[in-house]
């Protein structure tokens, strides 16, 4: 919001500049918009910087955790957690921060197998990150609610439409579900909006021919979304969420 407000100060002071200047009115616009955009862009690219620099500090403590012992691992993941709040003032200068924040917020404790807490944040992010609403439609599957299973896949496949896992966690949701037409439809679509990608051809193929649809070629990001249990307990940083940070600039 603060960016938002400085380039349109910037824009403004510069139209009246050009006012001053005995120009016309409609002579200043067209500077102004340019320098409005421009300011706007060089601001939210800092603040973007600057989030970008807190998610990776995040993920490299995360990725630590899985050497220590269960009470320095505790102890790791509270540090990881107070680090990422550390990000919330950056919400008041850019869009969108905020919601990326509880998105994050949101896999960590779902992560940790604290789905009450994963809930409330990832009901607060923004529908474009698509692991939290991958991770939601995880959380209603396993709740037996296949309305909003569906609903939360559907953003999931929206907004991540090149993630192939996106698709396969849903046609696999659906295939336990005894869906299998459903499966197939979403496994074509899924081909479709990304004709290279193998691991959705080989899977598609897989259910066509009345085959278990395996998720061993989405390991290990698989596994984050809780559907199925690891051979061993993870921490996992979630790969997706630098992507979802990178976002953030573009908005």
């Known amino acids: 919001m603060i960016n938002l407000l400085l380039s349109l100060a910037v824009a403004f ?34 603040i973007a910087k600057r989030f970008q620099a807190i ?9 630590t955790t899985q ?30 921060i905020e919601k990326e924040i509880e998105g994050f917020l ?34 209603a599957y396993k709740g037996k609610d296949i309305a909003n299973m569906q609903k939360h896949f559907e953003l999931a496949v929206k907004y991540g439409k090149k993630e192939s896992l996106m698709w396969a966690a849903y046609a696999w949701c659906l295939l336990q579900l ?18 290279t990608d193998e691991k959705l051809k080989t899977a598609l193929q897989a259910v066509q021919n009345d085959k278990r649809l395996k998720m061993k070629a989405w ?16 921490i996992s940083p979630f790969a997706a969420s630098k992507r979802s940070a990178m976002r953030v600039m573009r908005r």
């Open 106 to 139: 949101g896999m960590i404790r779902y992560s940790l197998r604290e789905e009450t807490l994963a809930k409330v944040h990832l009901q607060k992010a923004g529908m474009r990150n698509f692991y939290a609403s991958a991770i939601q439609g995880a959380m």
């Open 219 to 234: 390991e290990p990001a698989w596994w984050q979304l809780g559907l199925e249990n690891p051979p061993t307990p993870q």
């Open 178 to 195: 005894k869906e299998k037409q459903k499966a197939l439809a979403i496994l074509s679509r899924a081909t479709k909006a990304n004709p």
């Open 13 to 46: 002071l510069t139209a009246l500049a050009i006012r001053l200047a005995n120009f016309s009115w409609p002579a200043a616009i067209l500077p102004s918009l340019i320098l409005w955009v421009g300011c706007y862009i060089l601001l939210a690219r800092r």
């Open 55 to 63: 998610v990776a500090e995040v993920q490299a403590e995360l990725q």
């Open 67 to 96: 050497a220590t012992n269960p009470r320095e691992q505790k102890t790791r993941i509270d540090k990881t957690l107070q680090k990422l709040e550390t990000a919330r003032p950056l919400g008041r200068w850019q869009f969108m």
